[in-house]
């Protein structure tokens, strides 16, 4: 048993950074919380006095009332601020379309020649359900705009360590930006129940630099 | 945020150094601000629309104005623009199904 299994993902985008720093924030102040709070409970059970006689004290009031308000937008200005800087897109160089179908992805890039293929899942043992036949590749440090739209029922297309969640509905393009600042091979599976192999539709997003990806544009041409 | 931007502060002009070393730019459509949210399916659809019209009101000044010439309306230049946004942001299936029923006279929109 190691962090890795309980912990989140290393972070392979700016956003699942910040995302992973405000869990950690988050979670020391929830922390916080629960020691004071049960320390307070504690003292309180185990000692012998006992304030029977107080009917009303608005000071104690106001204090416990601001308190909580203060802590709570410690929480929420940050969460806000993540939520809104997630929705943003800044300048895309290219645009991957991703279309959702029962019970494979399909990929389409056509900012230079068409470009189009289907992702199956295959059937190797390396890494049980989450390999496929055609992976994505998406160049590295290049701001990038997914688009996802499905074909058939509701699906997610998700990539847990960049932050990347957007559900794919039929009818409608969602968009949403990657920035990937690490190269590697990237795991994720379809994340809205979608019908019966819903399990066996992974996603996988090979990260390359950009020269290697213009040398695989080229190979279309 | 800051941290975002500073990333493409120095991760931007690799990109664009590496597409200018093999003679391929990486291009696509722009951020478009009439369409700031997360659900972009109008601004393909505005595309397609924008482009249509478009190929039609030069197609149309063309007549007006070179009857005698024989210019296509379709290679006027700016157009394509239009239709590089709509084939970078609507799924091809789409495309395909409005372009064929422009062709049968069905198509819903007005272009």
Same mark, same amino acid.
Request: charge should be negative.
């Given at each position: 048993?190691?962090?890795?299994?309980?912990?989140?993902?290393?972070?392979?985008?700016?956003?699942?950074?910040?995302?992973?720093?405000?869990?950690?924030?988050?979670?020391?102040?929830?922390?916080?919380?629960?020691? !004071?709070?049960?320390?307070?409970?504690?003292?309180?059970?185990?000692?012998?006095?006992?304030?029977?006689?107080?009917?009303?004290?608005?000071?104690?009031?106001?204090? $416990?009332?601001?308190?909580? +308000?203060?802590?709570?937008?410690?929480?929420?200005?940050?969460?806000?601020?993540?939520?809104?800087?997630?929705?943003?897109?800044?300048?895309?160089?290219?645009? !991957?379309?991703?279309?959702?179908?029962?019970?494979? $992805?399909?990929?389409?890039?056509?900012?230079?020649?068409?470009?189009?293929?289907?992702?199956?899942?295959?059937?190797?043992?390396?890494?049980?359900?989450?390999? !496929?036949?055609?992976?994505?590749?998406?160049?590295?440090?290049?701001?990038?705009?997914?688009?996802?739209?499905?074909?058939?029922?509701?699906?997610? $297309?998700?990539?847990?360590?960049?932050?990347?969640?957007?559900?794919?509905?039929?009818?409608?393009?969602?968009?949403?930006?990657?920035?990937?600042?690490? +190269?590697?091979?990237?795991?994720?599976?379809?994340?809205?129940?979608?019908?019966?192999?819903?399990?066996?539709?992974?996603?996988?997003?090979?990260?390359?630099?950009?020269?290697?990806?213009?040398?695989?544009?080229?190979?279309?041409? | 945020?800051?941290?975002?931007?500073?990333?493409?502060?120095?991760?931007?002009?690799?990109?664009?150094?590496?597409?200018?070393?093999?003679?391929?730019?990486?291009?696509?459509?722009?951020?478009?601000?009439?369409?700031?949210?997360?659900?972009?399916?109008?601004?393909?659809?505005?595309?397609?629309?924008?482009?249509?019209?478009?190929?039609?009101?030069?197609?149309?000044?063309?007549?007006?104005?070179?009857?005698?010439?024989?210019?296509?309306?379709?290679?006027?230049?700016?157009?394509?623009?239009?239709?590089?946004?709509?084939?970078?942001?609507?799924?091809?299936?789409?495309?395909?199904?409005?372009?064929?029923?422009?062709?049968?006279?069905?198509?819903?929109?007005?272009?």
């Amino acid at each position: 048993m190691d962090w890795m299994k309980i912990s989140l993902y290393d972070n392979a985008s700016p956003i699942m950074e910040q995302l992973i720093l405000f869990h950690d924030y988050s979670m020391l102040i929830i922390s916080t919380i629960l020691s !004071v709070v049960s320390f307070f409970m504690i003292k309180m059970m185990s000692n012998k006095f006992i304030s029977s006689k107080i009917l009303e004290n608005q000071m104690i009031e106001l204090i $416990w009332t601001l308190i909580p +308000t203060i802590i709570l937008s410690f929480i929420a200005l940050p969460s806000l601020h993540l939520l809104y800087l997630m929705d943003e897109l800044n300048n895309p160089l290219l645009t !991957v379309k991703i279309i959702g179908h029962q019970w494979y $992805w399909s990929y389409e890039y056509n900012d230079f020649n068409s470009i189009e293929f289907d992702s199956y899942m295959s059937s190797s043992s390396t890494f049980r359900l989450l390999e !496929v036949d055609n992976s994505t590749p998406i160049p590295s440090n290049c701001q990038t705009r997914l688009i996802t739209t499905s074909s058939d029922v509701l699906h997610s $297309w998700t990539i847990p360590p960049m932050g990347i969640k957007m559900d794919a509905t039929p009818g409608r393009l969602n968009q949403i930006s990657l920035f990937s600042n690490r +190269t590697g091979k990237f795991f994720g599976q379809c994340s809205e129940i979608c019908g019966a192999n819903h399990s066996f539709m992974p996603i996988v997003v090979d990260v390359i630099p950009i020269t290697y990806f213009i040398s695989w544009i080229k190979t279309f041409n | 945020m800051t941290h975002v931007s500073l990333y493409q502060i120095h991760s931007m002009p690799t990109a664009i150094m590496a597409s200018k070393s093999s003679d391929y730019k990486l291009e696509t459509a722009p951020f478009d601000p009439r369409f700031p949210n997360t659900n972009q399916t109008k601004y393909c659809y505005q595309s397609f629309l924008d482009f249509h019209r478009c190929t039609k009101y030069c197609y149309q000044s063309f007549l007006d104005f070179h009857r005698c010439t024989k210019i296509k309306g379709e290679s006027y230049e700016p157009c394509h623009y239009f239709k590089r946004v709509f084939s970078s942001m609507c799924p091809n299936s789409w495309v395909e199904k409005w372009n064929d029923q422009l062709e049968d006279g069905t198509f819903a929109g007005n272009i």
